[in-house]
């Protein structure tokens, strides 16, 4: 065991991780990065096929992106929000705006997916209460959902990965089946047009529910849900954080399943994978039951300290220019292909693999359940120079979006090598 594992055990909690085998567990101590690869405290370099668990999008240490952050720090690196405006948060929310497929869209800051979550969640609920409403005060959301670890955000996700303990904290809310099930959107759809005066929003995963293992539905499943939310009123939020910002083939998810959510939460890619920022997007008929006498009880009444972060903002903005300037998303659709068919000649063969799941480039390799395997097969790709973090059985594959054929080659490679290993 190198010294950084042992300072680092001693000291940091980290997140999703048994710290009493933690260090037992091979983790890589990061020291610095270079395009695709993170470099270790020894100088073992690794392929980040995870973007650093799904945040970035066009590579490390990205020469624009970097001076985007420096040139921003010569100017202000953060001021609040709160009741006060910043120019470059300006500037990011105006370039976003032809952007997101919201209708006159209005962008609250914070810095995290499950804030995004949180804050829309409230805005859904206020603004019911708003109007005098205050019968509609439920969510229906999906079984395998994922929407972040607050409490709120942790309520309408559907549960497991060991959060367990917290059932008792999480409020009840209306539960769809997971998108595996064929009639899911049509029993979602039946649950809001029977019970639309109880439901204040529905909570959605657009295309592909990620920490659910990759698990995918066709996109003209969910025209149906867009259709009863219309009709009945019920706000639809569309949970972005994970699918936002190129990583399936489009800009947003919510464009290929022709969705125009009310709401949504948009994070992990947004800032390039750079610095912690999130937005809850409002459209402008939402955020119009808002308005009212100054100081009154229609105003939002949340907040967070590093709401609209100016470093951040500055990198969001230089990153959405960068995404179109560079064809990014025709990257996306044309490795996507590849990959496709790498894994469908090279892993789906294996014995091991039970099923293949890919939207752009977020895909889900699903082992048949055994001992760890999903674990095992990670550490063995580490000495394959890769670096991948399993969803139980499910091997992730979330490459940035930058990424050549070379990496896919190198990816699916270790990946073939390391599941014949663990599983010959
Ligand atoms: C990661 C994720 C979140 C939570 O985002 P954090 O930044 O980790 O809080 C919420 N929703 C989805 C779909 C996610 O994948």
């Given at each position: 065991?190198?010294?950084?594992?042992?300072?680092?055990?001693?000291?940091?909690?980290?997140?999703?991780?048994?710290?009493?085998?933690?260090?037992?567990?091979?983790?890589?101590?990061?020291?610095?990065?270079?395009?695709?690869?993170?470099?270790?405290?020894?100088?073992?370099?690794?392929?980040d096929?995870?973007s650093?668990?799904?945040?970035?999008?066009l590579?490390?240490?990205?020469?624009?992106?970097?001076?985007?952050?420096?040139?921003?720090?010569?100017?202000?690196?953060?001021?609040?929000?709160?009741?006060?405006?910043?120019?470059?948060?300006?500037?990011?929310a105006?370039?976003?705006?032809?952007?997101?497929?919201?209708?006159?869209?209005?962008?609250?800051?914070?810095?995290?997916?499950?804030?995004?979550?949180?804050?829309?969640?409230?805005?859904?609920?206020?603004?019911?209460?708003?109007?005098?409403?205050?019968?509609?005060?439920?969510?229906?959301?999906f079984?395998?959902?994922?929407?972040?670890?607050?409490?709120?955000?942790?309520?309408?996700?559907?549960?497991?990965?060991?959060?367990?303990?917290?059932?008792?904290?999480?409020?009840?809310?209306?539960?769809?089946?997971?998108?595996?099930?064929?009639?899911?959107?049509?029993?979602?759809?039946?649950?809001?047009?029977?019970?639309?005066?109880?439901?204040a929003a529905?909570?959605?995963?657009?295309?592909?529910?990620?920490?659910?293992?990759?698990?995918?539905?066709?996109?003209?499943?969910?025209?149906?849900?867009?259709?009863?939310?219309?009709?009945?009123?019920?706000?639809?939020?569309?949970?972005?954080?994970?699918?936002?910002?190129?990583?399936?083939?489009?800009?947003?998810?919510?464009?290929?399943?022709?969705?125009?959510?009310?709401?949504?939460?948009?994070?992990?890619?947004?800032?390039?994978?750079?610095?912690?920022?999130?937005?809850?997007?409002?459209?402008?008929?939402?955020?119009?039951?808002?308005?009212?006498?100054?100081?009154?009880?229609?105003?939002?009444?949340?907040?967070?300290?590093?709401?609209?972060?100016?470093l951040?903002?500055a990198?969001?903005?230089?990153?959405?220019?960068?995404?179109?300037?560079w064809?990014v998303?025709?990257?996306?659709?044309?490795?996507?292909?590849?990959?496709r068919?790498?894994?469908?000649?090279?892993?789906?063969?294996?014995?091991?693999?039970?099923?293949?799941?890919?939207?752009?480039?977020?895909?889900?390799?699903?082992?048949?359940?055994?001992?760890?395997r999903?674990?095992?097969?990670?550490?063995?790709?580490?000495?394959?120079?890769?670096?991948?973090?399993p969803?139980?059985?499910?091997?992730?594959?979330?490459?940035?979006?930058?990424?050549?054929?070379?990496?896919?080659?190198?990816?699916?490679d270790?990946?073939?090598?390391s599941?014949?290993?663990?599983?010959?």
């Amino acid at each position: 065991m190198n010294d950084w594992i042992a300072r680092d055990e001693a000291r940091v909690w980290h997140g999703f991780t048994q710290m009493a085998s933690y260090a037992t567990n091979r983790p890589v101590i990061v020291e610095r990065a270079e395009g695709h690869y993170l470099i270790d405290v020894e100088g073992n370099r690794y392929l980040d096929a995870i973007s650093s668990l799904w945040v970035t999008t066009l590579g490390h240490r990205v020469t624009e992106l970097d001076a985007a952050v420096v040139d921003q720090l010569g100017k202000v690196a953060h001021s609040t929000l709160l009741g006060n405006g910043n120019r470059v948060v300006i500037e990011l929310a105006e370039a976003l705006t032809p952007l997101v497929p919201v209708d006159d869209p209005r962008f609250l800051f914070a810095s995290d997916g499950a804030a995004a979550v949180e804050q829309a969640l409230k805005i859904a609920f206020q603004y019911w209460t708003n109007q005098g409403i205050s019968t509609r005060t439920s969510y229906l959301a999906f079984g395998g959902a994922y929407h972040g670890d607050t409490i709120g955000s942790l309520s309408v996700g559907s549960g497991g990965f060991g959060t367990d303990v917290f059932d008792p904290l999480r409020f009840p809310v209306m539960r769809a089946p997971r998108f595996d099930d064929p009639e899911a959107f049509v029993v979602a759809a039946k649950l809001i047009r029977d019970r639309a005066d109880e439901l204040a929003a529905v909570v959605v995963e657009p295309l592909v529910q990620g920490a659910a293992g990759i698990v995918t539905a066709p996109a003209e499943e969910f025209a149906v849900l867009g259709e009863a939310c219309a009709d009945t009123g019920v706000l639809l939020i569309c949970d972005e954080v994970a699918t936002g910002f190129g990583r399936t083939g489009t800009l947003f998810a919510s464009e290929q399943c022709g969705l125009q959510p009310d709401l949504m939460a948009i994070g992990k890619g947004i800032s390039g994978g750079y610095l912690p920022l999130s937005a809850t997007v409002a459209s402008g008929d939402v955020a119009a039951r808002f308005l009212g006498d100054d100081l009154s009880a229609t105003t939002l009444y949340h907040g967070h300290s590093y709401q609209g972060n100016a470093l951040a903002a500055a990198v969001a903005l230089k990153h959405l220019e960068l995404i179109a300037e560079w064809d990014v998303l025709v990257n996306v659709r044309a490795r996507s292909e590849e990959l496709r068919s790498m894994l469908a000649e090279r892993i789906e063969p294996l014995s091991a693999v039970k099923e293949i799941r890919l939207q752009g480039l977020m895909c889900g390799v699903e082992l048949h359940p055994g001992d760890k395997r999903g674990r095992k097969v990670c550490a063995a790709a580490l000495d394959c120079g890769v670096l991948l973090r399993p969803l139980g059985d499910v091997v992730v594959l979330m490459p940035h979006l930058t990424v050549g054929t070379e990496h896919l080659e190198i990816i699916v490679d270790a990946l073939e090598t390391s599941i014949l290993e663990v599983a010959p």
